[in-house]
Protein backbone atom coordinates (compact mmCIF):
# COMPACT_ATOMS: atom_id res chain seq x y z
CA UNK A 1 0.00 0.00 0.00
CA UNK A 2 2.31 2.33 -1.36
CA UNK A 3 1.39 6.32 -1.35
CA UNK A 4 -1.53 6.11 1.61
CA UNK A 5 0.83 7.85 3.67
CA UNK A 6 -1.40 11.28 5.03
CA UNK A 7 -3.73 10.63 2.76
CA UNK A 8 -7.09 11.40 4.32
CA UNK A 9 -9.55 8.16 4.22
CA UNK A 10 -13.09 8.87 5.17
CA UNK A 11 -14.86 5.27 6.11
CA UNK A 12 -18.33 4.33 6.29
CA UNK A 13 -19.25 1.39 8.31
CA UNK A 14 -16.31 1.96 10.44
CA UNK A 15 -17.90 0.78 13.86
CA UNK A 16 -17.47 -3.12 12.91
CA UNK A 17 -16.48 -5.99 10.08
CA UNK A 18 -14.48 -4.86 7.32
CA UNK A 19 -14.49 -1.15 7.73
CA UNK A 20 -13.35 -1.19 11.26
CA UNK A 21 -10.42 -3.61 10.14
CA UNK A 22 -9.83 -1.09 7.29
CA UNK A 23 -9.71 2.03 9.44
CA UNK A 24 -7.04 -0.13 11.81
CA UNK A 25 -5.21 -1.13 8.93
CA UNK A 26 -5.07 2.56 6.67
CA UNK A 27 -3.88 4.63 10.18
CA UNK A 28 -1.54 1.76 10.80
CA UNK A 29 -0.23 2.65 7.48
CA UNK A 30 0.03 6.44 8.03
CA UNK A 31 -3.20 7.36 6.61
CA UNK A 32 -5.32 10.09 8.27
CA UNK A 33 -8.89 8.34 8.70
CA UNK A 34 -12.58 9.72 9.14
CA UNK A 35 -14.40 7.07 10.95
CA UNK A 36 -18.34 7.20 10.39
CA UNK A 37 -21.25 4.67 11.33
CA UNK A 38 -24.26 4.96 13.46
CA UNK A 39 -22.85 3.34 17.21
CA UNK A 40 -20.80 6.89 18.32
CA UNK A 41 -19.48 4.85 21.21
CA UNK A 42 -17.97 2.07 19.13
CA UNK A 43 -16.49 5.06 16.82
CA UNK A 44 -15.11 6.25 19.84
CA UNK A 45 -13.42 2.96 21.32
CA UNK A 46 -11.85 2.95 18.23
CA UNK A 47 -10.77 6.13 17.69
CA UNK A 48 -9.12 6.47 21.25
CA UNK A 49 -7.35 2.86 19.77
CA UNK A 50 -6.00 4.26 16.80
CA UNK A 51 -4.97 7.56 18.03
CA UNK A 52 -2.95 5.52 21.16
CA UNK A 53 -1.28 3.50 18.24
CA UNK A 54 -0.29 6.83 17.09
CA UNK A 55 -2.45 6.92 14.18
CA UNK A 56 -4.37 10.56 12.97
CA UNK A 57 -8.17 9.96 13.76
CA UNK A 58 -11.78 11.72 14.08
CA UNK A 59 -14.91 10.25 13.96
CA UNK A 60 -18.83 11.04 13.56
CA UNK A 61 -22.25 9.37 13.91
CA UNK A 62 -23.58 8.66 10.21
CA UNK A 63 -27.04 7.23 8.74
CA UNK A 64 -25.89 6.91 5.19
CA UNK A 65 -29.73 6.06 4.58
CA UNK A 66 -29.89 10.00 4.97
CA UNK A 67 -28.00 12.14 2.31
CA UNK A 68 -27.53 15.07 4.88
CA UNK A 69 -25.81 13.25 7.44
CA UNK A 70 -23.28 11.70 4.72
CA UNK A 71 -23.11 15.64 3.53
CA UNK A 72 -22.18 16.34 6.80
CA UNK A 73 -19.64 13.47 7.75
CA UNK A 74 -17.85 14.38 4.33
CA UNK A 75 -17.81 18.29 5.52
CA UNK A 76 -16.70 17.25 8.80
CA UNK A 77 -13.66 15.00 7.46
CA UNK A 78 -12.57 18.71 5.30
CA UNK A 79 -13.01 20.43 8.02
CA UNK A 80 -10.73 18.66 10.28
CA UNK A 81 -8.58 17.96 7.65
CA UNK A 82 -8.62 19.63 4.77
CA UNK A 83 -9.49 17.65 2.36
CA UNK A 84 -10.75 14.15 1.83
CA UNK A 85 -8.64 11.84 -0.81
CA UNK A 86 -10.88 8.76 -0.27
CA UNK A 87 -14.17 7.29 0.49
CA UNK A 88 -14.50 3.92 1.55
CA UNK A 89 -18.13 2.98 1.51
CA UNK A 90 -18.59 -0.30 3.45
CA UNK A 91 -21.91 0.59 4.81
CA UNK A 92 -23.95 0.40 1.05
CA UNK A 93 -24.20 2.59 -1.99
CA UNK A 94 -25.96 5.33 -0.22
CA UNK A 95 -23.35 7.21 0.57
CA UNK A 96 -21.79 7.67 -2.48
CA UNK A 97 -24.95 8.59 -3.91
CA UNK A 98 -25.46 11.23 -1.51
CA UNK A 99 -22.44 13.31 -2.60
CA UNK A 100 -23.14 14.77 -6.22
CA UNK A 101 -20.70 17.81 -5.76
CA UNK A 102 -17.99 15.92 -4.95
CA UNK A 103 -16.22 13.86 -7.67
CA UNK A 104 -15.96 10.19 -7.14
CA UNK A 105 -15.21 6.98 -9.09
CA UNK A 106 -17.54 4.31 -7.85
CA UNK A 107 -15.75 0.84 -8.48
CA UNK A 108 -17.36 -2.24 -9.04
CA UNK A 109 -16.66 -5.85 -7.03
CA UNK A 110 -16.65 -6.99 -10.19
CA UNK A 111 -14.31 -3.94 -11.70
CA UNK A 112 -12.05 -5.23 -8.46
CA UNK A 113 -12.33 -8.39 -9.62
CA UNK A 114 -11.40 -8.36 -13.12
CA UNK A 115 -8.57 -5.74 -12.17
CA UNK A 116 -7.52 -8.64 -9.87
CA UNK A 117 -7.58 -11.27 -12.02
CA UNK A 118 -6.19 -9.67 -15.07
CA UNK A 119 -3.15 -8.20 -13.22
CA UNK A 120 -2.55 -11.82 -11.80
CA UNK A 121 -2.98 -13.40 -15.18
CA UNK A 122 -0.08 -11.19 -16.47
CA UNK A 123 1.89 -11.71 -13.96
CA UNK A 124 1.93 -15.65 -14.42
CA UNK A 125 2.48 -15.27 -18.23
CA UNK A 126 5.41 -13.00 -17.56
CA UNK A 127 6.72 -15.29 -15.14
CA UNK A 128 6.11 -18.37 -17.53
CA UNK A 129 7.46 -16.41 -20.71
CA UNK A 130 11.13 -16.44 -19.82
CA UNK A 131 12.17 -16.87 -23.31
Partial sequence: M???QDKVI???GAGSGIGEATARLLAG???RVMLGAPGIGRL???AREIAEAGGTV???SLDV???ASVQNFIDEAQAVFGRVDVLVDDA???AASALGGLHLTVISPEDVARAITGRCASMSA???DTG
Fill in 126 to 128: AAV
Fill in 58 to 60: HYQ
Fill in 65 to 67: ERP
Fill in 44 to 46: HAL
Fill in 29 to 31: RGA
Fill in 10 to 12: AIT
Fill in 2 to 4: SGI
Fill in 92 to 94: GSA
